[in-house]
């Protein structure tokens, strides 16, 4: 038997095999019992921005007016958008160092 019919006899009884598995895939199918699926949940909404300088204007003191804990801290506290921390120019760090101003400047008067 020569490589080609070989290859042409090994094809043949492959197709033979899919189909049969096909058919069976398509009658086990058939009888299976559909449920209605639930509806998708949408994800948490992120906290805005008032509602972090708010909290972060509560916990400023906590954490001894440190920019970064306060951030981290409110990361913790709050659902923030993902990679808020990561992105140096997120508008968290600008609420941050508002806070840490802010706090300084009460602690003056």
């Known amino acids: 038997m020569s490589v ?3 290859n042409r006899w ?3 009884i492959q ?8 058919r069976q895939r398509e009658i086990e ?3 299976m019992v559909r449920e209605i699926r639930p509806a998708v ?4 909404q992120s906290a805005t921005r008032r509602q972090v300088r708010r909290w972060m204007r509560q916990n400023v003191s906590e954490y001894d007016g440190n ?5 981290e801290g409110a990361n913790a506290a709050l659902n923030l958008p ?7 120019t997120h508008w968290i760090w600008d609420e941050a ?5 802010w706090f300084d400047d009460s602690l003056l008067f």
């Open 82 to 88: 993902d990679g808020a921390l990561d992105d140096e």
């Open 15 to 22: 197709n033979a095999n899919d189909a049969i598995s096909d």
């Open 4 to 6: 080609r019919k070989e």
């Open 41 to 44: 949940t949408p994800p948490p």
């Open 67 to 71: 920019m970064t804990f306060l951030a």
């Open 29 to 31: 199918a058939a009888f």
């Open 10 to 12: 090994r094809k043949t």
């Open 97 to 101: 160092l508002n806070a840490v101003e």
